[in-house]
């Protein structure tokens, strides 16, 4: 889903209520995927270990406002509901890695009709933020699923590098918040353009194999 909007706002906002330079919207696409307090100090090199962690409880509680206000739009991309459909009908075993906090994920999946796709939902709240491995090993165990039938999907190199630490296959997207040629750089097998091309690929990649 497309959630740039949303964070883009709520970040520069916590920034500026800081009293610090509110970062460009470029810069925080770049960050999205990461803990919030490595994003923080990578939006502000002036910000402490310390000063993060209070900037990040800050953006959460403007979050969960901006929420609560109906302020925040997380549209789907088109075809997800069918793809997530087809794939489990397929009878692949579904997982979301985050950095959403485990309310969060639940708040923005629910209105979409999608949670329940998700055997195993590790999120920042749980387990350490990309690109650590801890949320993919976390999710291969709660799912008995050896590293050689895993594939970690996702639109930033911080996914492709979690799914390299994790020992997985790693599929890139380009619709997302980094480049195709920095997907493939950070380790993706392939990056795809069209969600109708999931499965397809999916089944490759995994005959394919590392």
Avoid at 60 to 85: A, I, N, Y
Avoid at 107 to 135: N, W
Avoid at 190 to 206: G, N, P, Y
Wanted: charged share 25%.
């Amino acid at each position: 889903m497309d959630s740039q909007d949303s964070i883009i706002t709520a970040m520069a906002t916590t920034f500026i209520s800081n009293g610090l330079e509110r970062p460009d919207a470029s810069d925080i696409r770049r960050v999205i995927g990461l803990p919030l307090d490595e994003a923080m100090m990578q939006l502000n090199s002036g910000v402490s270990r310390a000063d993060a962690d209070g900037l990040s409880q800050v953006y959460k509680t403007l979050f969960r406002k901006m929420r609560q206000d109906g302020q925040v739009h997380e549209p789907l991309f088109p075809g997800v509901c069918q793809t997530l459909s087809e794939l489990d009908r397929a009878d692949w075993t579904l997982g979301i890695a985050t950095g959403k906090a485990s309310h969060g994920l639940v708040a923005t999946l629910e209105p979409h009709g999608i949670l329940d796709y998700f055997v195993t939902r590790q999120t920042s709240d749980v387990a350490k933020g990309k690109p650590d491995p801890e949320m993919v090993l976390r999710a291969m165990k709660e799912t008995d699923t050896p590293p050689e039938t895993t594939v970690m999907i996702g639109d930033t190199t911080f996914d492709m590098e979690m799914a390299r630490n994790a020992g997985v296959l790693a599929v890139g997207v380009s619709w997302g918040y980094h480049k195709p040629d920095e997907l493939y750089q950070s380790g993706a097998k392939i990056v795809i353009d069209k969600l109708e091309d999931f499965e397809s690929v999916l089944t490759t990649v995994m005959e394919d194999g590392q």
